[in-house]
Structures are given as C-alpha cells and as structure tokens.
C-alpha cells in the first residue's frame, strides 16, 4: 500500500525555474547549504534519520567524498543500476514507488526527501503522496542548462517565506509550499514557521490590519481614509534593500527624488522634466492658487525637505534663489558628527520648521530622522507623522534606507538597520480594493544595492543615479493608484 509521503527539496532561479548548470549548482552559497543540510538531516527523534532520494545524475555529480550524503539513507533512483545496496548507507531503486515501498519497510526512517534532478521531481509532482516542496528562490538569473517546468506550483500553496538572505551577489530565501492535493494525514506542527518571515509581510499586514480594524476618519483631500495611530516597521539593510516586491516600486524616481532633497531643491520642475511626476500636483498653477500662493511660479513647493535638510532657518524666497552658506545644513552636521562623534544622540534631522509651514506646499509628512551607529553599522529611525500606504510608504522606506546607504558609503561605514515609525497611518478609502490585490501575492526576497565601489564619494551631493545598481529585484505588476492631493 502507497503511504510512505515524502517532500521535495529544491533551489531554482526566481524567473526561469533554472536549477543546474554543467551537472552542479549553478551558485555557491554555503548558508543555502547549511539549510539544505538542516532540512535533510533533522529529526525528532535522535533515534530515527531522514532518507534523500535522488536521480542517478544527482549521484554522480556529487563530490566522491561525499557519497553518500552524511547522517541520511541515500536512495539512489535508476533504471540501469542494480537494485540493492550500492554503497554504505546507499540503495539503489529502480522507481520513486520502489523507494518509497522500500523505506515504508524501514523503522527507523522519519522523512523522505527528494533532492533532485529535474527529472525526478518533475515526476514527483503529479504524485498524491508528495506533501509539501522545501524551495530556495534565487533572485538573481544565473546561467543554467537544467530547468523546473513553469508554473509547476500552480497546486501548492506558500505557508512559509523567510527574510532575505544574501552572498555572493545573490539574494535568495527559504520558502516552503504545501501540496493542495495531498491524501495524507496533516501534520500540524508543519504549518509552523520555522524562520524570521519576510519583511515585507510587515507592511502586507499592517495593510491589512488597517483595512479590518481601522478608524474610518476624513482628511484634508476629501478621500476618506482608514487609519491606525503608532506603528513600528524594522528592515535589516546589512543583507538586503527594502524594495518592496508585491507591487513594482518606482525605483528610479525614489533615487532622483532623494538626489533632489539633497541638493537642496525645491522646484518640482526638475523632478518633472526627468519623467518623476511625483510632485507635479502639488506644484501645479490650480494647487499653489487654492493655497494662496498666486505669485508663486509653477513648480514652487517653498522651504519644504531639500530646503529643510540644507538650510534650516533661512528666510525663503524663491526656488531660483541661491541659498548657499545661508541656515544650519543639518545633513552636512549629521555627516560629520558620525564620523567625529559617531556615539552621539542628537544625530538628527528636522523636516517640521513650524515657522515654515505656512510657506510649504505640502508640509512634511517624513518629519524627523534620527542615526545611531553602533560596530561601525550605520542605523536611521525616521518618525513620519502622515503615512499613505498605498503610495507613499513603499516610496518613503525604499528613499531613507538609500539614505542610510549614501550615509554609510560617505562615514565609511556599513550599513545596520532602518527603523520606520508610523504615526497616522492610513489607507485612502479608494484604494482599498488595489491593497486587497497586493495582499493576496507573497513577497519575493528583497534585491541587493549595490554602490559604485570605483568612485570616490567627497561629498553627500556627489552620488548620481548611475551609481547604484540593484540586483535581483523581482515584482509583481504594478497597481494603479491615485494619489490624494
């Protein structure tokens, strides 16, 4: 009788399923090994061991000193070998039903687990007694010659995702898929998470804790919002970038806009004329009038961030004046208090000058950042008082954790955590049915930032879009949202 279940243990690239080149793995990333290692080899009971069930190739690619695989029965799945032991520890099969007949009479065998190649787990696939697929998911596309078939999950679900990990350039994470036709007994404990979840699901969640038991309240655009007061998000920036992935995030216009702050600027124009029209309502002619700012040009946002950051204090004139020398230039005070001080509290930076307010198109909602450097890792916690979810918030975690970066690579510095604290935090009431979408897609790892190691970086001001490289960011499609002005 068919009751032995069994997993699948696998690591493919993200996109096109690849999973082997030249009959080894296309990558090298010893912690993806360690968990490979992990998964095969533990047991509940000290008593019992696990069995690895393999195609004939996935035998004979192995290092000679690692036959058989340590701790583990191996099964070895061929149509040319001798049924029997091959070797200590190591039988040979004609067929995946053969294996499984043959650990069913085994006692001291917990749990099946096929390693590979593409062959045999194709093949496993379509068995009912396959019960759930162990899958690492490399972000970045690699070269391979040996691919898993599209849309072979389209019967199992996610139950588990971890954080992102990274080496070697790659970003890859643990995920587990449990098998919707699976006849077996379910085992509880298997829908336990058993690493750190993605940390995107942070932002999916509070989405939707948001749009379940939120306040429903009015706001100054007229929309209607959802919303929840004081909320807390933590990205660890050492391993991956914050680039949310269930929605594709507008990369280029996060880095031009952060370039922009920098510099000081306050003309929406500049922005606009570089295809990032993020600011082209609140500067355009029919805002700034219904504000009061008749005799302002086009494009004028007054002393908001980039004002704020550079030249706290100053009197504010202009986007054409040339401010130079005039105000505290708080980020050039932060830069060098971490490299003269880096063990001080007051590494802060302030974008609500109540004094300016009045003047200021859209009064700051990131109002305040705080650093912390503790290893030589750089940290920012920044406090934002008015948090859209939908829009803004994938826009403000992906522009202070390049902040950070840029910091960093300035201090000399690596980089630690960024922190994001929520004050009002809402979902505008029209886009609650495009959030309800981006919840039901999982998370992909996050991508890597990579910065241009071969320039050398004088100043805060001297970093350019062309400097920064993500690698493996994946995304699911975009979600058209209107935004609230």
Same mark, same amino acid.
């Given at each position: 009788m068919k009751t032995r279940h069994f997993d699948i243990v696998l690591a493919q690239t993200l996109k096109k399923q690849g999973i082997g080149y030249k009959n080894s793995l296309p990558w090298r990333l010893p912690n993806e090994l @360690?968990?490979?290692? @992990?998964?095969?080899? *533990? &047991?509940? $009971?000290?008593?019992?061991? $696990?069995?690895?069930?393999?195609?004939? $190739?996935?035998?004979?690619?192995?290092?000679? @000193?690692?036959?058989?695989?340590?701790?583990?029965?191996?099964?070895?799945? #061929? &149509? &040319?070998?001798? *049924?029997?032991?091959?070797?200590?520890?190591?039988?040979?099969?004609? #067929?995946?039903? #053969?294996?499984?007949?043959?650990? *069913?009479?085994q006692n001291q065998i917990q749990d099946a687990l096929v390693i590979g190649g593409a062959k045999l787990c194709q093949q496993a696939l379509s068995d009912q007694r396959l019960r759930q697929i162990h899958l690492t998911r490399v972000g970045v596309e690699v070269e391979c010659d040996v691919f898993m078939q599209k849309d072979y999950l389209k019967n199992f679900d996610m139950i588990e995702v971890s954080e992102t990990q990274s080496e070697n350039n790659l970003n890859y994470d643990f995920t587990r898929y449990f098998n919707k036709n699976y006849k077996g007994q379910v085992d509880p404990s298997l829908f336990k998470k058993m690493y750190k979840p993605h940390q995107e699901y942070q932002y999916l969640e509070l989405i939707d804790e948001i749009i379940k038991n939120g306040h429903v309240k009015t706001d100054r655009t007229g929309t209607g919002t959802i919303s929840q007061f004081g909320k807390l998000m933590r990205f660890d920036l050492s391993k991956s970038f914050p680039l949310l992935t269930t929605k594709n995030v507008f990369w280029r216009g996060v880095v031009e806009e952060l370039i922009w702050f920098i510099k000081g600027s306050t003309n929406s124009k500049i922005l606009s004329e570089k295809g990032v029209k993020i600011w082209d309502g609140n500067g355009s002619r029919e805002f700034l009038d219904q504000l009061g700012f008749k005799n302002r040009e086009e494009g004028d946002l007054g002393p908001v961030y980039g004002f704020q950051w550079r030249h706290f204090g100053a009197e504010y004139k202009d986007m054409h004046t040339n401010y130079k020398g005039k105000g505290v230039d708080q980020l050039q005070d932060l830069i060098n208090t971490i490299k003269k001080n880096p063990d001080s509290r007051r590494m802060i930076m302030n974008a609500w000058n109540v004094k300016d307010l009045p003047l200021m198109a859209l009064p700051p909602c990131h109002v305040m950042s705080q650093f912390y450097v503790n290893d030589n890792k750089l940290s920012c916690m920044m406090y934002q008082r008015s948090c859209d979810m939908g829009l803004g918030i994938p826009f403000n975690i992906a522009s202070y954790a390049l902040l950070t970066h840029m910091i960093a690579q300035v201090t000399n510095m690596q980089v630690g955590e960024f922190i994001h604290v929520l004050g009002d935090a809402h979902v505008y009431s029209n886009h609650v049915d495009q959030l309800k979408i981006q919840l039901e897609r999982a998370p992909y790892p996050f991508p890597l930032l990579k910065i241009n190691n071969n320039k050398q970086y004088n100043s805060i001001e001297d970093f350019t879009l062309e400097d920064f490289e993500l690698i493996g960011y994946n995304y699911h499609p975009k979600i058209q949202m209107k935004m609230a002005v």
């Open positions: @360690k968990n490979f290692k @992990k998964i095969t080899t *533990e &047991t509940k $009971n000290k008593g019992l061991q $696990n069995a690895v069930i393999m195609g004939k $190739n996935t035998w004979e690619a192995l290092p000679k @000193k690692q036959q058989p695989l340590k701790d583990r029965l191996n099964i070895v799945i #061929s &149509t &040319t070998m001798q *049924e029997g032991q091959i070797a200590d520890h190591s039988y040979a099969c004609k #067929s995946l039903d #053969s294996a499984l007949n043959f650990l *069913e009479q």
